[in-house]
């Protein structure tokens, strides 16, 4: 019906809302469920969302609960946009997303 669309989906799942809990294992888990479902629907699905979570919550976003969401999805299936970057590059402390791959 839609022709030929893309494989990449945005979901943004805590831009200016936090998680109930800060321990990684949990927040690995939501990440990998969303893209799990993202994948059901399309095998080469890419995962879009902004990084903007990270700088509005900095104080929630430490390294392991950044890791556990970056890292819940294979290398190459999720893209992060750095969109506050010209002001605060979140790039720059976070190891360029840990290795995940990133727009400025």
């Known amino acids: 019906e839609y022709g030929d669309i893309t494989s990449i989906y945005n979901c943004d799942t805590f831009n200016e809302n936090t998680p109930p809990t800060n321990e990684p294992a949990y927040i ?6 969303i893209y799990q479902a993202m994948s059901r629907g399309n095998k080469d699905a890419v995962w879009l969302m902004q990084g903007w979570l990270f700088y509005s919550d900095a104080a929630f976003w430490k390294e392991s609960q950044m890791k556990a969401l970056l890292h819940s999805v294979p290398i190459g299936k999720m893209m992060v946009l ?11 402390t976070s190891s360029q997303f840990y290795g995940v791959p990133y727009i400025w």
């Open 28 to 33: 690995s888990s939501l990440g990998s469920a």
């Open 82 to 92: 750095d969109l506050f970057a010209d002001v605060k590059p979140i790039w720059q």
